[in-house]
């Protein structure tokens, strides 16, 4: 009897161990495949991040203007080198003033012709050729106004040679003399960091009357006006309109700019760049005819030049940012960087009037000119400073003066 309690005992204790176990496993099973299934739930669900909108990098063409290129005799005379013209020179101190330009406006007002019509200075223009190849590859130049007082005149001969040296050296745009109907009914395009920009350029009056109605863009025709800058809004983001017009050594900005400069605006101009009278004129901001606000320059005077006047030679280079990252084209960060052009001239020669023994001409910033100024003129360089400050109206108009 006891041997037998004892196996009875024995598989008792088997059959409750064994049913422990089972217990155990299962619970074993049970916590890992709980625990596997959490890890894969870990693993496999996807992770929960915010969407933002996508941000459009920031466009800005930055425009650069500088006024009349004058191939004065005296220019011209200190350009010539042994086999032939050399212009890049004058440019080296100002190209920092607007190294970081996309686009860089300038106004040759005289004909490129070259020798065949004669090299000429005031009063009857023609310029040689490396003038324009000098203003394209040493100056930096890359939209060329050609609508001016001066383009006519070596006549019709002169407009079409120097289109085919403007032609030739391949700037972004040139724009304002034509050699038909046809040319004269084209907008200027190009395209600057995916930017379309169209250019189109008038004037007031000549000196030499244009040989043909289509010689010369003039503004004075507002059927021309307005079909231009129409085709120019519709076909690109951006319209820059050159007004050659004004009078001559004259502040006073007159009501014949003030009209045409509201009908390049209501027309669909984005800015509107004023030369003509040597000397620098206010800037305003015109109000165009679908809200939008639109800066004028209305003379940003002379650059390269030897005329006589202090005013004459007080100039800059023009800044502006245009902003087409939104779509529309917003002109903003306003600015003028003066600059001063200087000439030694003999006082016997210059009380006689010997305008040919000007020398030594040197394109300068103003801030480096003080001796020159006070030697030549008596004056200093904060008084040209306040000069300008003055006449461009800068403080109304927004525009900072470097």
């Not at 220019?75 to 100002?94: E, L, M, R, S, W």
């Not at 320059?297 to 990252?325: E, F, K, P």
């Amino acid at each position: 009897m006891a041997e037998k309690s004892k196996i009875t005992s024995k598989k008792k204790w088997l059959l409750a161990a064994l049913v422990l176990f089972g217990v155990g496993g299962i619970s074993a099973g049970v916590w890992w495949f709980w625990a596997r299934s959490g890890q894969q739930e870990q693993v496999f669900s996807p992770a929960v991040t915010e969407v933002k909108p996508e941000e459009k990098p920031e466009t800005i063409i930055r425009l650069a203007m500088m006024g009349d290129m004058l191939a004065h005799d005296s220019v011209n005379a200190q350009a010539k080198t042994a086999t032939g013209y050399d212009y890049t020179p004058y440019f080296t101190k100002i190209r920092p003033l607007y190294k970081d330009a996309d686009v860089v406006f300038c106004n040759p007002e005289t004909p490129v012709a070259g020798d065949a019509l004669g090299i000429s200075g005031y009063p009857t223009f023609n310029a040689p050729s490396a003038f324009a190849r000098d203003l394209v590859q040493g100056a930096g130049c890359n939209v060329i106004n050609l609508a001016s007082n001066h383009q006519s005149d070596k006549g019709q001969a002169g407009i079409d040679a120097s289109l085919a040296v403007w032609k030739n050296l391949k700037p972004y745009a040139y724009n304002g003399m034509n050699s038909s109907t046809d040319e004269q009914n084209t907008v200027a395009y190009f395209t600057v960091k995916g930017v379309k920009i169209a250019f189109v350029a008038f004037m007031d009056f000549s000196n030499a009357s244009p040989p043909h109605a289509y010689s010369v863009n003039t503004y004075h025709s507002a059927a021309l006006v307005q079909k231009l800058i129409a085709e120019a809004k519709q076909n690109a983001q951006v319209v820059l309109v050159s007004a050659h017009w004004g009078t001559e050594d004259s502040n006073d900005v007159t009501a014949d700019q003030k009209a045409a400069a509201q009908l390049f605006v209501d027309a669909g101009a984005t800015i509107v760049i004023g030369t003509g009278p040597h000397v620098e004129q206010a800037v305003a901001w015109l109000k165009s005819s679908d809200g939008r606000d639109v800066p004028v320059w209305y003379s940003i005077g002379n650059m390269l030049s030897s005329q006589l006047g202090i005013n004459g030679l007080t100039s800059g280079v023009a800044l502006s940012d245009i902003d087409v990252s939104s779509g529309k084209p917003v002109v903003k960060n306003l600015a003028f960087a003066p600059t001063f052009m200087s000439y030694d001239w003999p006082a016997a020669d210059k009380a006689a009037g010997r305008l040919l023994t000007r020398n030594n001409l040197v394109l300068q910033p103003l801030s480096d000119a003080e001796s020159a100024i006070q030697s030549m003129f008596g004056s200093s360089v904060a008084e040209r400073r306040a000069y300008l400050e003055r006449v461009l109206d800068a403080a109304s108009a927004g525009v900072t003066v470097l």
